[in-house]
């Protein structure tokens, strides 16, 4: 069973880096991203086209993935490359098929699909050990690419982690509802992460994602994990992050609440707490090298 540690954090950060470099970039954080790398794009045998964007740098690197219709252009991957840039650490952020300026459908897409994405990019582009940072259903994608490459993987921070999410929110409606969703083949899910206010989620989609669920048994990660979650987040309730930090078997996980948080982390003191996260796991995996 995990260490949980809950740090509650709405009065401000209680993570201090050790070495200087947050405080140095904190303006540059707050001020907006100066320098941005380009959109590259790297093909696959028969599979869409994914964009990316990476520099390239130390050991540690850093890994973002976004959520679920999301992208890699949002302020925390934005905030998280500047700060990568700082301190001369490697840095990759890529949008899934289907997803921002990737090739692909994105009603194709399934939780296995985009994992295949996620392996795919570790694979071929990310050098050397990394932290893996995932948001909403990339917390979800994280934890399964932790699992399929540990060897990759030195540390993880989730943020509104919504690991089997989709599937276990379903299983709770009521059977009417679940039957009606059923017959017309598809679940509309209301949100306030996009302009439309309303995910479209089919069924197909939940019984493929079935396959991908981990909160059922132990998880086999045993690096690091910081999980970061706001007590306000009305799309990924904050205790499924309590409930990954139970499952997984790694001796070193934190529990972070924000007391005024919403799913989507996305407030200036909610970005720093995550590059401050971020640079105390890389003090943190230097000091152990």
Not at 100 to 114: D, L, Q, R
Not at 129 to 148: C, D, E, H, N
Request: net charge neutral; hydrophobic share 40%; charged share 25%.
């Amino acid at each position: 069973m995990a260490a949980v540690v809950l740090k509650h954090c709405w009065r401000g950060l209680l993570l201090k880096s050790s070495n200087g470099a947050v405080g140095a970039v904190r303006s540059k954080i707050l001020e907006g991203v100066r320098q941005k790398s380009t959109v590259q794009y790297i093909s696959r045998p028969d599979q869409p086209k994914l964009a990316y964007r990476r520099v390239k740098g130390k050991s540690p690197g850093v890994v973002f993935l976004p959520g679920y219709g999301s992208n890699m252009s949002g302020q925390k991957a934005e905030a998280m490359e500047e700060f990568c840039r700082s301190l001369g650490h490697g840095y990759l952020r890529f949008d899934y098929s289907g997803h921002g300026a990737s090739e692909g459908v994105f009603s194709e897409g399934t939780i296995g699909t985009w994992k295949k994405d996620v392996l795919f990019m570790l694979d071929e582009l990310a050098e050397g050990p990394q932290i893996l940072v995932g948001s909403s259903m990339g917390g979800w994608l994280m934890l399964l690419a932790a699992i399929a490459r540990p060897e990759k993987t030195k540390a993880l921070v989730g943020i509104s982690t919504a690991a089997d999410h989709f599937v276990t929110a379903f299983k709770t409606l009521p059977i009417e509802v679940r039957k009606e969703c059923e017959d017309k083949g598809s679940w509309t899910v209301p949100t306030k992460s996009n302009e439309e206010g309303i995910y479209t989620v089919s069924m197909d989609f939940l019984r493929e994602a079935e396959n991908h669920c981990i909160l059922q048994s132990p998880i086999p990660i045993t690096c690091p994990v910081r999980l970061i979650h706001g007590l306000k987040d009305e799309d990924v309730p904050w205790h499924i992050s309590m409930q990954v930090a139970e499952r997984i078997l790694s001796p070193d996980v934190d529990i972070i609440l924000r007391r005024h948080g919403q799913h989507r982390m996305a407030e200036k003191d909610d970005i720093k707490l995550i590059v401050y996260t971020i640079d105390d796991l890389i003090d943190k995996l230097t000091t152990m090298v």
